[in-house]
Nanobody, 116 residues
Framework: QVQLVESGGGLVQPGGSLRLSCVAS????????MSWYRQAPGGQREFVAQ???????DYSDSVQGRFTISRDDAKNTLYLQMNRLKPDDTAVYFC??????????WGQGTQVTVSS
């Protein structure tokens, strides 16, 4: 079993930056794909970004060019650097891990609020 713990959320003004972290309870080498999802109030959980164990990344159109995903396997940690934040980025951000063949792990989420 893998446990994921997010941190780094908070209140930030539009145009500001935040960096989210997600620490895995066991070796990240066992996780094939690590991702960030978010869920806005009243909305569905949506994909934000992902990175494979081989370092290949992918982003949703809404964050492409503003957010950067990275992972430090030595520290069992996934990051999401968020720049030029907008009010529409306000959501609870969740860390997700996928391990073949069909194992899915979720963190508890961290709140990001973008407001002046």
């Amino acid at each position: 079993q893998v446990q994921l713990v997010e941190s780094g959320g908070g209140l930030v003004q539009p145009g500001g930056s935040l960096r989210l972290s997600c620490v895995a309870s066991r070796s990240a080498f066992s996780i094939d794909v690590m991702s960030w999802y978010r869920q806005a109030p009243g909305g569905q959980r949506e994909f934000v970004a992902q990175m494979s164990s081989g370092g290949v990344s992918d982003y949703s159109d809404s964050v492409q060019g503003r957010f950067t995903i990275s992972r430090d396997d030595a520290k069992n940690t996934l990051y999401l650097q968020m720049n030029r934040l907008k009010p529409d980025d306000t959501a609870v951000y969740f860390c997700h891990g996928f391990r073949t063949p069909n194992n899915n792990y979720w963190g508890q989420g961290t709140q990001v609020t973008v407001s002046s």
